[in-house]
């Protein structure tokens, strides 16, 4: 089949009039912003920033003023709200350039934003603000779009930006973002009335109008334009080079990726930070990692300074065969040797060695960071950086930063106080698990109380509808990135193993497993049939046998992690009528502690929570089970939860929540050097002390 590059996004005009008719002026550039900020075409996640000079009302004068609304520092334009953006006083920004004093002390001029507050706004102003403050029109669109970034990035962008745009449209050459540039930009504006945007080589666009809406459509067509140009030429065009590798099935992509995903987030985790990966493998990424000019096109680095701070300069490419730590070695050595060559006095500190991005042949782009959001966009910045990379070698020759200007870019002290401005990770932040019987109550509560300290879950249940709620619930109140689900039947090798495979595939690995799948029964034991004695074995035996069995592999390519088992009082406390139930329970809590003793040189940590009578929000006793245990003490339905808190030692009811915290306990270091334990959460019952 012939071989036909990707074309480059192309943007369309998505005002609403009638939305928009009801909005005020500052509403008006939300909106603007948040339709740009839709379209990772248009501009990455974070990157970019639009602007308007309103009137204000002065709070000290109560006179008309005029104050600049521009996207605050660290926003992202397709999610912010208003209070996203910083206010300043117009005229006072003004004044700053009398108290500029060149570019060797631009930094400076960041410090001067906040005496320019409008409004007492604790929104940080971002550098852009002079790029912002010094054109004069009232409205300003920012934005990184893949097919002008193309232009501006090839060796000959001037050139290119006049013949694309003609004479509506100007050009700067390469230079950091800051004041200097805000008075460029002016000055050129100022030099060529007529023009109506700015591209800045090696970074992205501007442009303007007197209102919000000819801003945004006026942005959309110098996009489009740019779009239909490339488009034109890549359909003429082979700027990668001829497929070399064909891509891997999806069936042989899972088994390819389950395997190597892991090895590389154990490789690239070694410094103690855990990583968490994400695999892509759109179009674009399979073209650019399957072709024959994948290893010169990456070594060249990215361009737009919005890509490598989020990509690093350049990825890894991991070729056929290649061993995972001389390749990382390889890439190590030259990082920080691109370091040494570049660092200052001044310079923070290396912030490791390691590649954000892994390209694969046949397989796809793999992206780790200390997160899944912050890996999954890493991804998605490269993917905007291969689009670049096939737009201007289309059109011309693609020209990257030079390194030094990438490194200043780096490992600049105002990015590096934006980094020390981040919240403090939740205390589990890059950890993966993987939890059985998450749709019931007490695995849906473990997988809540987990994700609250900051793990990606891998929910797992047999039941797809309550499998769907619960990952619905838990999505409403946290990232979509860290909670994903998958169907898994405990009594089915298959089915494990496919579960595991896909956390691997979906997060990179496991470090926390929770085998929680259950079911209860109740006969007496005459009545109790051989279907109902091997159902329990299956289900609370053999199944936490095969899930650890196939959690084991990942834990000890970590070099360690936590498997924890949910059981019951009832394996250390025989039960009237329970026999099959009971006796399942003590086979599974001493299986806990077999691997607490083979995972132990490994760094595995096996321990076991021992709930008793959750009657609250548990799928177990929504069913026969409550019936059969209330006929088994001779009380009705409804006086059974009375009976079992005022039996208890502590008169409390236990409930799902309680069995959460002590896996959460377990699962963490507050219990690093627990194995072989078990935790009782029963409100107290004299019978299962351990002995």
Same mark, same amino acid.
């Given at each position: 089949?012939?071989?036909?590059?990707?074309?480059?996004?192309?943007?369309?005009?998505?005002?609403?009039?009638?939305?928009?008719?009801?909005?005020?002026?500052?509403?008006?550039?939300?909106?603007?912003?948040?339709?740009?900020?839709?379209?990772?075409?248009?501009?990455?996640?974070?990157?970019?920033?639009?602007?308007?000079?309103?009137?204000?009302?002065?709070?000290?004068?109560?006179?008309?003023?005029?104050?600049?609304?521009?996207?605050?520092?660290?926003?992202?334009?397709?999610?912010?709200?208003?209070?996203?953006?910083?206010?300043?006083?117009?005229?006072?920004?003004?004044?700053?350039?009398?108290?500029?004093?060149?570019?060797?002390?631009?930094?400076?001029?960041?410090?001067?934003?906040?005496?320019?507050?409008?409004?007492?706004?604790?929104?940080?102003?971002?550098?852009?603000?002079?790029?912002?403050?010094?054109?004069?029109?009232?409205?300003?669109?920012?934005?990184?779009?893949?097919?002008?970034?193309?232009?501006?990035?090839?060796?000959?962008?001037?050139?290119?930006?006049?013949?694309?745009?003609?004479? /509506?449209?100007?050009?700067?050459?390469?230079?950091?973002?800051?004041?200097?540039?805000?008075?460029?930009?002016?000055?050129?504006?100022?030099?060529?009335?007529?023009?109506?945007?700015?591209?800045?080589?090696?970074?992205?666009?501007?442009?303007?109008?007197?209102?919000?809406?000819?801003?945004?459509?006026?942005?959309? /067509?110098?996009?489009?334009?740019?779009?239909?140009?490339?488009?034109?030429?890549? /359909?003429?065009?082979?700027?990668?080079?001829?497929?070399?590798?064909?891509?891997?099935?999806?069936?042989?992509?899972?088994?390819?990726?389950?395997?190597?995903?892991?090895?590389?987030?154990?490789?690239?985790?070694?410094?103690?930070?855990?990583?968490?990966?994400?695999?892509?493998?759109?179009?674009?990424?399979?073209?650019?990692?399957?072709?024959?000019?994948?290893?010169?096109?990456?070594?060249?680095?990215?361009?737009?300074?919005?890509?490598?701070?989020?990509?690093?300069?350049?990825?890894?490419?991991?070729?056929?065969?290649?061993?995972?730590?001389?390749?990382?070695?390889?890439?190590?050595?030259?990082?920080?040797?691109?370091?040494?060559?570049?660092?200052?006095?001044?310079?923070?500190?290396?912030?490791?060695?390691?590649?954000?991005?892994?390209?694969?042949?046949?397989?796809?782009?793999?992206?780790?960071?200390?997160?899944?959001?912050?890996?999954?966009?890493?991804?998605?910045?490269?993917?905007?950086?291969?689009?670049?990379?096939?737009?201007?070698?289309?059109?011309?020759?693609?020209?990257?930063?030079?390194?030094?200007?990438?490194?200043?870019? /780096?490992?600049?002290?105002?990015?590096?106080?934006?980094?020390?401005?981040?919240?403090?990770?939740?205390?589990?932040?890059?950890?993966?698990?993987?939890?059985?019987?998450?749709?019931?109550?007490?695995?849906?509560?473990?997988?809540?109380?987990?994700?609250?300290?900051?793990?990606?879950?891998?929910?797992?249940?047999?039941?797809?509808?309550?499998?769907?709620?619960?990952?619905?619930?838990?999505?409403?109140?946290?990232?979509?990135?860290?909670?994903?689900?998958?169907?898994?039947?405990?009594?089915?090798?298959?089915?494990?193993?496919?579960?595991?495979?896909?956390?691997?595939?979906?997060?990179?690995?496991?470090?926390?497993?929770?085998?929680?799948?259950?079911?209860?029964?109740?006969?007496?034991?005459?009545?109790?049939?051989?279907?109902?004695?091997?159902?329990?074995?299956?289900?609370?035996?053999?199944?936490?046998?095969?899930?650890?069995?196939?959690?084991?592999?990942?834990?000890?390519?970590?070099?360690?992690?936590?498997?924890?088992?949910?059981?019951?009082?009832?394996?250390?406390?025989?039960?009237?009528?329970?026999?099959?139930?009971?006796?399942?329970?003590?086979?599974?809590?001493?299986?806990?502690?077999?691997?607490?003793?083979?995972?132990?040189?490994?760094?595995?940590?096996?321990?076991?929570?021992?709930?008793?009578?959750?009657?609250?929000?548990?799928?177990?006793?929504?069913?026969?089970?409550?019936?059969?245990?209330?006929?088994?003490?001779?009380?009705?339905?409804?006086?059974?939860?009375?009976?079992?808190?005022?039996?208890?030692?502590?008169?409390?009811?236990?409930?799902?929540?309680?069995?959460?915290?002590?896996?959460?306990?377990?699962?963490?270091?507050?219990?690093?050097?627990?194995?072989?334990?078990?935790?009782?959460?029963?409100?107290?019952?004299?019978?299962?002390?351990?002995?």
């Amino acid at each position: 089949m012939p071989y036909h590059p990707t074309p480059l996004f192309l943007p369309h005009n998505q005002w609403d009039d009638d939305f928009a008719r009801s909005l005020g002026d500052a509403e008006l550039l939300l909106y603007r912003s948040n339709l740009l900020g839709s379209d990772l075409g248009i501009t990455n996640f974070g990157g970019g920033n639009t602007s308007a000079k309103l009137t204000e009302t002065d709070p000290l004068t109560n006179e008309p003023v005029d104050v600049l609304w521009v996207k605050g520092s660290g926003g992202d334009l397709g999610s912010m709200k208003l209070d996203g953006f910083s206010t300043l006083y117009l005229n006072r920004l003004g004044q700053l350039e009398q108290a500029y004093h060149g570019l060797d002390r631009e930094d400076e001029m960041v410090a001067m934003l906040p005496h320019c507050t409008f409004g007492l706004n604790t929104r940080a102003a971002s550098i852009d603000t002079p790029l912002h403050t010094f054109l004069a029109a009232k409205h300003i669109d920012h934005v990184h779009p893949d097919a002008v970034i193309a232009i501006a990035a090839t060796d000959d962008s001037e050139r290119l930006t006049h013949e694309v745009f003609g004479d /509506e449209v100007g050009w700067l050459p390469w230079q950091r973002p800051g004041f200097d540039l805000g008075l460029r930009l002016r000055d050129l504006a100022r030099g060529k009335p007529n023009i109506r945007g700015v591209v800045l080589a090696g970074h992205g666009m501007f442009s303007w109008a007197d209102n919000a809406k000819d801003c945004y459509a006026l942005t959309i /067509e110098l996009v489009a334009k740019a779009a239909r140009y490339v488009n034109s030429h890549l /359909e003429q065009t082979t700027p990668f080079g001829k497929p070399m590798h064909g891509a891997l099935s999806d069936e042989a992509a899972i088994a390819e990726a389950a395997t190597l995903m892991p090895a590389l987030r154990a490789a690239l985790s070694s410094d103690g930070v855990p990583k968490v990966g994400h695999l892509d493998r759109s179009d674009e990424a399979m073209e650019f990692v399957s072709s024959e000019r994948l290893a010169e096109l990456a070594d060249l680095g990215t361009s737009c300074p919005d890509h490598f701070l989020r990509t690093k300069i350049k990825p890894l490419v991991l070729s056929d065969g290649a061993d995972i730590d001389q390749a990382l070695a390889a890439y190590r050595k030259d990082y920080s040797g691109y370091y040494e060559r570049n660092r200052v006095e001044s310079s923070p500190a290396m912030r490791g060695a390691e590649p954000v991005i892994v390209l694969k042949p046949g397989l796809g782009m793999m992206s780790f960071a200390k997160n899944k959001t912050t890996a999954r966009i890493a991804g998605e910045f490269y993917r905007n950086a291969i689009n670049v990379m096939r737009g201007a070698e289309a059109i011309g020759t693609y020209a990257a930063l030079p390194e030094n200007e990438a490194f200043a870019i /780096e490992y600049w002290a105002l990015e590096e106080a934006k980094l020390q401005r981040m919240p403090t990770p939740k205390k589990l932040a890059g950890r993966i698990a993987l939890v059985t019987g998450a749709a019931g109550g007490i695995g849906f509560a473990i997988a809540q109380r987990l994700a609250a300290d900051g793990v990606c879950i891998m929910l797992a249940d047999i039941d797809a509808e309550r499998l769907e709620a619960a990952r619905a619930a838990l999505t409403a109140n946290h990232s979509e990135d860290a909670i994903r689900a998958t169907l898994m039947d405990v009594t089915d090798e298959r089915s494990v193993q496919s579960a595991f495979d896909h956390t691997a595939l979906t997060f990179g690995g496991v470090d926390i497993v929770v085998a929680n799948a259950g079911i209860a029964s109740a006969a007496p034991f005459e009545e109790t049939t051989v279907e109902l004695w091997r159902r329990n074995q299956l289900v609370l035996a053999e199944g936490y046998f095969l899930t650890a069995r196939a959690a084991f592999p990942l834990l000890r390519q970590m070099g360690g992690g936590s498997i924890v088992f949910v059981g019951s009082k009832n394996a250390l406390v025989p039960s009237k009528g329970a026999s099959a139930y009971a006796s399942a329970k003590a086979a599974a809590l001493h299986l806990a502690r077999n691997l607490a003793l083979e995972g132990a040189e490994h760094g595995i940590r096996v321990n076991t929570v021992n709930p008793d009578a959750v009657l609250k929000g548990s799928q177990i006793w929504d069913g026969a089970w409550r019936q059969e245990r209330a006929a088994a003490y001779g009380l009705e339905d409804n006086e059974l939860e009375g009976h079992y808190r005022d039996r208890s030692l502590l008169k409390r009811s236990v409930l799902p929540s309680d069995i959460a915290e002590a896996v959460s306990f377990f699962a963490g270091e507050r219990s690093a050097k627990s194995t072989g334990n078990i935790l009782n959460v029963d409100a107290g019952n004299a019978g299962a002390f351990t002995r």
